[in-house]
């Protein structure tokens, strides 16, 4: 059997990045030794990120479907909560999808290392595992998958009524008045399943709106529906100041009003994710990080030591897993001597809200900042059939086209199942499709999925049942 000193590669973290270049590997043929703190693969991700807030915002939406039934004719009590079962329930899917990542790991007979990685030379590292004991590994090649935490405001207290979204999802308490300060992609998924549970919500944003960078359009339907679940939703505002007093934390706020003050039962701060490259020792590797805090990499996801690569969170925007499981690969690969490229059109993004948002490649905006020529093909969910049944009008579909050409450049959609709609956006834009390809394409009826042929259609004032751009 290989030792772990003998590994020819070494993944340092095994969240979506690193356990997916790691099985990769293996099968690629090397020997792989995996490294991470939990006991089994997983990361952020898996544990406390994607999978734990997807399972309560699955309740959440629950929760809002029954309400919405009575529009329908079927009324449901108020439901009641049980905060017990609701994190077991979350706990399970955990539990059963990182202990599964465990077995696949065994069957490709990787070795798992439970514990922290440093490097302390260009061909040496020292694990601690979960006892403190300290151990030397020798490594060929080392992918470096360390991932990001929470970003903290210096202004705010340590105390654990200031939370972050690890500890958000851990659920301590459904809080009366909960601050979500920030609203990106964390800040409107957590007020979401907040709001949900029955905590009367205020998101607090710096800029003007929810999800900066996102194209408008498609962020419109979520303000508008999101403005009904929560208490209030102060944008161009900036917290200035926080206490705790007892159980409550007080907080002072500037925005277009100037300031104020307003008390709450707990905060929820989501100001963005910063990686995880501080303590891993880049250091005893020469390695130094960009201005973002990011490690420079080429398209092979090498960094400047050819033996040594970077991929997901530590290694650029955007700090998605699907984007971190895809150059885990592609550095495996080259680790395993293949001529392999991280390049993609796109990289879909996926709010999992009420109405979900979701985009991929150029967005409108995109193209005005950066002059290129496009035709924007839009869709109104009010006119699809699927989308009335479902008593969902709020939503829509837009196609970003190059004006000479027709190729679909960029997709976005805002509606309920947006995220598994845009893959057809991804491969669209991914094969080089024009709009015409999306639009000749028979899509089943009645289905939302209508909406993207129907937005394609609309990039030339085709739309059978759309005659607005
Ligand atoms: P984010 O960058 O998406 O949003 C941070 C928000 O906080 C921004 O809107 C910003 O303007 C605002 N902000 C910054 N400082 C502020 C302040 N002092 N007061 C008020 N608002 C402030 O970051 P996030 O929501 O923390 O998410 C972090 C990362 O995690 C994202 O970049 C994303 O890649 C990833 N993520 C993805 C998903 C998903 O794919 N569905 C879900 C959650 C997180």
């Not at 905590?199 to 962020?219: C, M, S």
């Not at 093909?377 to 699927?386: C, D, Q, T, V």
């Amino acid at each position: 059997m290989a030792t772990a000193d003998q590994a020819q590669l070494v993944v340092v973290g095994g969240g979506p990045g690193g356990y997916a270049a790691a099985f990769h590997a293996a099968d690629l043929g090397l020997r792989v030794t995996l490294i991470d703190p939990e006991k089994n693969p997983g990361g952020v991700c898996l544990y406390r990120g994607c999978i734990p807030s997807k399972a309560l915002l699955h309740v959440a939406g629950v929760i809002a479907e029954a309400k919405e039934a009575a529009a329908a004719g079927v009324s449901f009590g108020a439901p009641k909560i049980d905060l017990d079962a609701l994190r077991a329930f979350k706990g399970g899917v955990v539990e059963r999808l990182t202990g599964g990542l465990g077995q696949l790991s065994r069957a490709r007979k990787i070795t798992y290392v439970q514990g922290r990685a440093r490097f302390t030379a260009a061909n040496t590292l020292e694990v601690t595992g979960p006892e403190g004991t300290k151990t030397s590994l020798d490594f060929a090649q080392a992918i470096i998958a360390t991932g990001s935490r929470a970003a903290t405001l210096r202004n705010l207290p340590d105390h654990e009524r200031v939370m972050n979204s690890r500890q958000a999802l851990d659920l301590p308490e459904v809080p009366k008045r909960l601050l979500v300060v920030g609203g990106g992609y964390i800040g409107v998924e957590m007020a979401s399943v907040y709001a949900a549970l029955g905590a009367r919500v205020t998101i607090v944003e710096l800029t003007g709106g929810l999800l900066p960078g996102a194209d408008r359009d498609l962020v419109k339907p979520l303000e508008i529906r999101i403005k009904g679940v929560l208490e209030a939703l102060w944008l161009n505002t900036k917290v200035t100041s926080a206490k705790v007093q007892g159980k409550t934390v007080t907080v002072e706020v500037e925005g277009p009003d100037g300031k104020k003050k307003e008390t709450f039962d707990r905060l929820l701060v989501a100001v963005g994710r910063v990686p995880n490259t501080k303590d891993i020792g880049l250091e005893a590797l020469g390695i130094t990080v960009d201005d973002h805090g990011f490690i420079p990499v080429d398209l092979a996801r090498r960094t400047k030591l050819a033996h040594i690569f970077a991929i997901g969170d530590v290694a650029g925007q955007p700090m998605l897993a699907h984007k971190a499981s895809h150059e885990g690969q592609v550095a495996a690969a080259a680790a395993a001597g293949k001529k392999v490229a991280f390049e993609p059109q796109a990289i879909p993004a996926v709010v999992f809200t009420d109405p979900e948002v979701a985009w991929c490649g150029l967005t409108e905006e995109d193209a005005k900042r950066s002059g290129v020529d496009v035709k924007v093909g839009k869709f109104p969910w009010a006119a699809s059939g699927r989308a009335l049944t479902m008593g969902r009008s709020d939503g829509l579909t837009k196609v970003v086209a190059e004006a000479a050409s027709g190729r679909v450049l960029g997709v976005g959609v805002v509606g309920p199942g947006a995220g598994e709609l845009i893959a057809e956006g991804v491969l669209a834009v991914e094969m080089a499709a024009v709009a015409e390809d999306l639009a000749l394409s028979i899509h089943p009826h009645p289905t939302l999925s209508e909406t993207l042929m129907e937005a394609a259609a609309s990039v030339f004032g085709k739309s059978l049942h759309y005659l607005g751009r």
